[in-house]
């Protein structure tokens, strides 16, 4: 059956799976918002822990779904993967930086001999929790922004800024979409900290981070509500493939692609749901709801950002090197071959489940941070 | 602007070679200790001893500090391909990002789920899934490398793919034919026994510092048996397979098989240079002689390259200037209908944008004419098709002379450790200790002589390294590589500061 797709079904379908790794990173980043609490939310150095180790049993979960996007995008759309990395080169880097503070970060505060300090280690966490999701977010921000490069005809990127991407961050829209995924950060993590953890008091204070951070993050997403409806998009004529700009491109494909307003809509209710529940009348799922709500509006957001006829990472100097998911995207033998592996997502996915619900079927508690694997806590 | 782009292809030389070599500082220790505890903690569950139990945790406190800064070096590298190499991840993406991509699914979520319950499911899942776990951390580590190696295999041996010329890149066409390639098979066999040898040697090492010290002599001793006897068995296996490496470099990058011997003229019965010291000013074409100083064993590299002790193998100068005796058409010739195939791909892409179409087909079909020449278009002189000289020759003796040393500790430990006197042979427990770093320096070498050799080249014969590099200013990436720099050896030094005081604290507390 996939070895009968048509190159245009597979692109659209590769889209598809890339926006739901995306998506789920971005439900993942609870792990990045938790480390972001260790300085507000934790009022001793156990609470801290607690957090920390909270967090530690799925810091790779969240670092494999970024580097398993970012192998998708490869496969799948080089195009991208060489015009933005190779371009936006200083976003990129700035992010791995982060990344690489954080995988080490979990293993080293806590041991002795570490160099840098147990402090230096939380600096670390706290710097990829916040800058570096803000720039993951002002980097997804120039899917509708736009960003200033040009393509040679042998598809060579040359960058129009000396800023290689730092430009991006200071686009209200894209700071606005960074600021957005921070705070949303923040609160899954304090969703998830509510219904990992047995410490009463930092559960109360978790409680109550959620609906706080859901209230920090407001504005900025009504920011990029109203940026969404309202700014020109990058459209594609299907017949000739030329860029051209759309006026209220995005509200256009919403009001085209109804089950994306839908998904949007259905997500943001969930998340707010999910907080409400967690905040307001002490329920411990609301990590679940906010979860799905996130992957719903991530999917929202990739879709406007790449169907419907629309460019997903546009050119604001040369319109015509936009790449849309047609022009971006591998061969279709390639497309096809990778399609047969993705059959193995769902297998992936419910033995992730699986040990997910293992792990997490007792609550973490002061004890087992004390007790007799103490030495192998983070 | 020819400056500026050499310049910036250094830099991003350097600073894929500065990840790729901290990265494989990590990696094998990782993908050979998951098998070692793995093997540990079975014996534990057969067993029930406690013993081995508190030894499975020691080792996997010492596998949890390495294998972070594995999993921080590697992401590196896969986003390095799109950052510092865009016009390669353009022009080979549709065949290399498959690899990557399967390495995420298959082998990366096995490691990250599994990883968290070998670490912390003691108490919260039963022996037996525990067990599992640390095998399912062992298997995604190793399949994990399957894949980045059938990507680096595909780089020194393309195939399975076309050009295709409209969109100016190799696209795939047989992923088996990539996946399966006799390369790719190698390039995995050699590459995880040797990281097994390395895993075994810091085993056995650690253990005979104990020993030395005369502290927890049950566990080192336990320890020494299976790591000596692991190691042993996957020595044999990096020999082999190191001498089917030859053979397929011999047949596929016949270059890099006369840098790694030196070997500017080509020659029947070709004697094999055991030791040598390069002359530094021997260029290609040249008449000087190639060693100031060598000791060589007659017809030995035709034996090993050919099967064959008479067999002719070929020089640089062969393969730089031809040689019609023998039928090698040499770089010099290929970069003059290399630079047609350039020059008619540009006149193609042109007619096509003219929608000129009868231009377009002469053009494509002198394109066609030349395609299989059309990377070294891009050399600008004919010497450039040498890789340097002297590293891979150094690097390859290095790599030899210590993975023949390795088997004989082993065997020695086995030897000792059965006649019960072990703790009194303090020179090889000595030896022991310094064959860890010993260890390392042969798996730095053996990655030199892969890549080094494969030089001009980001991908064999296709695509050199000048036209593979991101269109950016050197100046952006000397700064990166610089903090690279910072930032990989302050993780080093941390690590190699924690997994001292780890072995210092020891498996009791």
């Keep these: 059956m996939i070895g009968s797709l048509d190159h245009t079904t597979l692109q659209q379908l590769w889209w598809l799976i890339t926006s739901v790794v995306g998506s789920l990173f971005l439900f993942l980043t609870f792990v990045q918002g938790g480390q972001t609490l260790i300085f507000t939310t934790a009022c001793s150095e156990e609470e801290k822990s607690l957090i920390i180790n909270a967090m530690g049993r799925k810091w790779e979960l969240t670092f494999t779904t970024l580097v398993l996007f970012g192998g998708a995008l490869f496969a799948a759309f080089p195009l991208f993967y060489a015009t933005s990395f190779g371009g936006a080169y200083w976003v990129w880097m700035l992010i791995l930086f982060t990344f690489v503070m954080q995988a080490v970060s979990y293993e080293y505060r806590k041991k002795p001999h570490n ?58 829209f894209n700071l606005a979409f960074g600021l957005f995924l921070v705070f949303l950060a923040r609160t899954l993590g304090a969703m998830y900290i509510v219904n990992h953890v047995a410490h009463e008091p930092l559960v109360q204070r978790a409680r109550r981070a ?59 209710g969930s998340v707010i749901y999910g907080v409400v529940a ?97 030495k192998e806590m983070y | 602007m020819g400056d500026q782009i050499l310049t910036t292809v250094d830099w991003a030389r350097a600073q894929f070679a500065l990840t790729a070599m901290y990265h494989w500082i990590f990696v094998p220790l990782t993908l050979g200790l998951s098998f070692l505890i793995a093997f540990f903690e079975s014996i534990y569950l057969k067993t029930g001893d406690e013993e081995w139990k508190k030894l499975t945790k020691f080792w996997m406190t010492l596998f949890g500090v390495n294998f972070a800064v594995g999993v921080a070096t590697g992401i590196i590298l896969e986003f390095q391909f799109g950052t510092n190499w865009s016009n390669y991840s353009w022009m080979v993406g549709d065949i290399f990002g498959a690899p990557l991509a399967i390495e995420g699914i298959f082998a990366f979520f096995i490691e990250a789920t599994f990883f968290s319950v070998m670490f912390f499911g003691w108490n919260k899942v039963s022996k037996g899934f525990h067990l599992f776990s640390t095998w399912m951390v062992a298997l995604g580590a190793n399949l994990s490398a399957v894949w980045i190696l059938v990507a680096n295999g595909w780089m020194q041996f393309p195939t399975g793919m076309a050009f295709n010329p409209d969109k100016a890149r190799f696209e795939m066409q047989n992923f088996w034919e990539v996946a399966l390639s006799p390369v790719a098979v190698q390039k995995f066999t050699h590459t995880t026994s040797s990281a097994f040898l390395l895993a075994a040697l810091f085993v056995v090492g650690v253990s005979a510092l104990f020993l030395l010290q005369k502290r927890h002599q049950l566990m080192a001793r336990r320890s020494m048996v299976v790591a000596a006897v692991f190691g042993f068995i996957a020595s044999f296996f990096v020999a082999f397979n190191g001498d089917e490496s030859a053979f397929n470099v011999a047949r596929r990058q016949p270059m890099k098989l006369a840098a790694m011997e030196g070997l500017y003229q080509g020659q029947e019965k070709a004697p094999m240079v055991v030791l040598g010291v390069i002359n530094a000013d021997k260029k290609p074409g040249d008449n000087l002689p190639a060693f100031h100083q060598e000791v060589k064993i007659p017809s030995m590299l035709s034996l090993l390259a050919n099967r064959d002790p008479d067999s002719f193998v070929p020089g640089i100068n062969d393969l730089v200037y031809g040689n019609a005796a023998r039928n090698i058409v040499g770089a010099e010739q290929r970069m003059i209908t290399g630079k047609i195939a350039v020059s008619a791909l540009a006149s193609y892409k042109l007619a096509k944008e003219k929608v000129d179409a009868p231009a377009a087909a002469a053009a494509l079909a002198l394109f066609n004419k030349h395609k299989g020449d059309l990377g070294y278009g891009y050399l600008i002189t004919p010497a450039q098709a040498a890789p340097p000289v002297a590293l891979t020759f150094y690097s390859f003796r290095v790599m030899v002379v210590l993975g023949t040393l390795f088997p004989l500790i082993f065997l020695l430990v086995l030897f000792f450790s059965f006649k019960g006197t072990l703790e009194k042979q303090r020179w090889l427990l000595q030896a022991c200790v310094a064959s860890i770093f010993l260890g390392y320096v042969a798996q730095q070498a053996g990655w030199v002589v892969a890549e080094v050799g494969r030089q001009p080249w980001a991908i064999q014969g296709l695509l050199p390294v000048g036209v593979a590099s991101t269109n950016i200013a050197a100046s952006q990436v000397q700064v990166t590589f610089f903090i690279f720099l910072t930032l990989f050896t302050a993780l080093l030094l941390a690590e190699i500061r924690i997994m001292m005081k780890q072995i210092k604290i020891g498996p009791e507390v």
């Design chain 1, 115 to 172: 160099v840098l300090g147990a402090r230096t280690f939380e600096v670390f966490m706290f710097l990829n929790g916040s800058v570096g999701i803000l720039l993951i977010g002002a980097a997804v921000g120039t899917f509708f922004t736009g960003s200033s490069f040009s393509l040679s005809q042998y598809n060579s990127v040359t960058w129009g800024t000396p800023f290689h991407g730092l430009e991006a961050a200071l686009s209200p």
């Design chain 1, 210 to 268: 959620s609906w706080v951070n859901l209230l920090w993050a407001l504005p900025f997403l009504l920011t990029v509500l109203f940026g969404l409806l309202t700014m020109d998009g990058f459209a594609v004529d299907p017949a000739t493939g030329k860029i051209f700009l759309e006026k209220g491109k995005y509200l256009h494909n919403l009001i085209g692609m109804p089950a994306v307003a839908v998904l949007l809509l259905g997500g943001l």
């Design chain 1, 278 to 374: 967690t905040g307001f009348f002490g329920k411990n799922s609301g990590i679940w709801f906010g979860g799905v709500g996130t992957v719903l509006v991530g999917l929202a957001v990739f879709s406007l950002a790449g169907y419907h006829d629309t460019a997903f990472y546009p050119s604001v100097t040369d319109l015509q090197s936009s790449l849309t998911i047609y022009n971006a995207s591998s061969s279709k033998y390639t497309l096809t071959v990778m399609s047969y592996v993705a059959i193995a997502v769902p297998f992936v996915l419910a033995y992730v489940a699986y040990v997910w619900r293992l792990m997490d079927a007792k609550k973490l508690t002061l004890e087992e941070l004390t007790g007799e694997d103490a």
